[in-house]
């Protein structure tokens, strides 16, 4: 059974930081590409971050300079540290698991950001 499980979110004063975590299990975790989408209410689920299994990253332009993506494939585990937050950050922030056209979504965590 695969299992994606975010941890980490929460509220946070504006320019505060956060570190989410995404524990798997019942993947190959070293071979997927590991994201963090955030999607708020009546939007559509947008990339933030992405890393694939050679540790290639992408940052999503609006988050460029202020997250980091990271694995650890150890722990089967994937962060995202958020630093420099701003109200607009707050959503609820998925992991994705994705190999070869199979994709796995987490449940979600909340961060609220106040101003």
């Known amino acids: 059974q695969v299992r994606l499980v975010e941890s980490g979110g929460g509220l946070v004063q504006a320019g505060g930081s956060l570190r989410l975590s995404c524990v798997t299990s019942?993947?190959?975790?070293?071979?997927?590409?590991m994201g963090w989408y955030r999607q708020a209410p009546g939007e559509q689920r947008d990339l933030v971050a992405l890393?694939?299994?050679?540790?290639?990253?992408y940052i999503a332009d609006s988050v460029k300079g202020r997250f980091t993506i990271s694995r650890d494939n150890a722990k089967n585990t994937v962060f995202l540290e958020m630093s420099s937050l701003k109200p607009e950050d707050t959503t609820v922030y998925y992991c994705?698991?994705?190999?070869?056209?199979?994709?796995?979504w987490g449940k979600g965590t909340l961060v609220t950001v106040s101003s």
């Open positions: 019942g993947i190959a975790f070293s071979l997927n590409t």
């Open positions: 994705k698991a994705s190999r070869n056209g199979m994709a796995y």
């Open positions: 890393i694939t299994s050679i540790g290639s990253t």
